[in-house]
């Protein structure tokens, strides 16, 4: 905790964002429009389930630190093995949704997506691959009801491929009946 | 901080390990400098622009940024990626904007940091970038600058 010894101004020549000449202007409410709920199925408190119905970990989905804006995910296995962190954001001018997922295995996945109709999924984020030879990589949300859904985080080597299952996770909300 | 590292002195009891985190190399803390609770002042009027928590998380894989200003929150996630050996940013807040900063460290030890934005109504995308230095007071200095032309010329971002 050495960093709260110094608390110290830095000299700061621009934010990443400019609140103030947003306000000056004041445009209508960021976010504010049904395209920016899409993925709010996800939000909650989520206990996951293995394929063989073991619990392996928790799963917080939160949609209010930043504004209407961020969707936010923590995520844990009960061993420790795997905790993560991701933010989600719909991008009206690009019709899109975009996620950016941290881990403590050095993982780092910038995804876009978004609502998907006619399929077995209703939502999808696909992995920007950052070189050519990297995998093709996604995850879909299916099976979703109030108080439960399937993830599943799927792969495949070339566009022309069909997708595999990597990891699937069942998700149970906390304090649901089972088979809700 | 205190939290995560609970979880990942839990991680290594569990797994039975005393290796290190696969984040503990000298890349994966390039950007520890900037890890503190800051107050952040606009070094051109003086005032406060805000207030920002650098967070070191997920045995030591991440750090995320919080930032806090009147009527605004943002933050951004930060990771030393392998695949292509850069550091990257995601920047998101409560306005609904959206950065994906790229970059690394320079030869003097600043984090350099840059964005492609789109212009509205087309044309030549602007690069803004931002440099992130380690001041010999344990400060950090902050500053961002742009280029419409592509990396040519680089013109000041005024806060206000």
């Given at each position: 905790?050495?960093?709260?010894q ?27 429009g049904?395209?920016?709920?899409t993925l ?9 389930y ?22 936010t ?94 990891w ?13 | 901080?205190l ?6 002195l ?24 900037w ?56 920047w ?9 900063f ?59």
């Amino acid at each position: 905790m050495r960093v709260q010894q110094f608390l110290a101004a830095i000299f700061l020549a621009v934010p990443q964002a400019l609140p103030a000449q947003q306000a000056a202007t004041t445009p209508p409410p960021p976010c504010k429009g049904p395209e920016h709920r899409t993925l709010d199925f996800w939000v909650g408190d989520w206990v996951a389930y293995d394929q063989a119905g073991t619990a392996i970990g928790t799963n917080r989905i939160t949609r209010n630190e930043y504004g209407d804006c961020v969707i936010t995910e923590h995520f844990r296995t009960n061993d420790g093995s795997m905790i993560g962190h991701s933010v989600s954001i719909y991008r009206p001018g690009l019709k899109q949704w975009r996620q950016t997922w941290v881990d403590n295995q050095n993982g780092f996945f910038d995804l876009v997506g978004g609502p998907v109709s006619g399929s077995d999924h209703i939502f999808v984020f696909e992995n920007k691959r950052p070189v050519e030879t990297a995998p093709f990589q996604r995850m879909i949300f299916q099976d979703v009801k109030p108080d439960s859904f399937v993830w599943r985080w799927q792969n495949r080597a070339k566009a022309e491929d069909s997708w595999k299952d990597s990891w699937v996770i069942q998700y149970r909300r906390k304090g649901a009946a089972a088979g809700s | 901080m205190l939290h995560a590292a609970t979880l990942a002195l839990a991680a290594v009891t569990a797994a039975g390990q005393t290796a290190p985190s696969g984040c503990s190399a000298a890349v994966n803390r390039q950007f520890d400098f900037w890890v503190g609770e800051w107050t952040v002042t606009d070094s051109a009027s003086g005032q406060v622009a805000g207030q920002s928590r650098i967070e070191k998380l997920y045995d030591g894989c991440a750090i995320r940024e919080n930032w806090t200003s009147a009527g605004f929150t943002g933050g951004s996630l930060n990771a030393y990626r392998a695949a292509d050996g850069k550091w990257h940013q995601m920047w998101m807040d409560s306005a609904g904007a959206v950065r994906h900063f790229i970059g690394g460290v320079d030869s003097a030890g600043k984090m350099v940091l840059t964005a492609e934005q789109p212009r509205p109504g087309g044309g030549a995308v602007r690069l803004i970038r931002m440099t992130f230095t380690a001041n010999a007071d344990a400060t950090v200095r902050q500053y961002s600058d742009f280029s419409d032309d592509g990396g040519a010329h680089w013109q000041l971002r005024p806060f206000l």
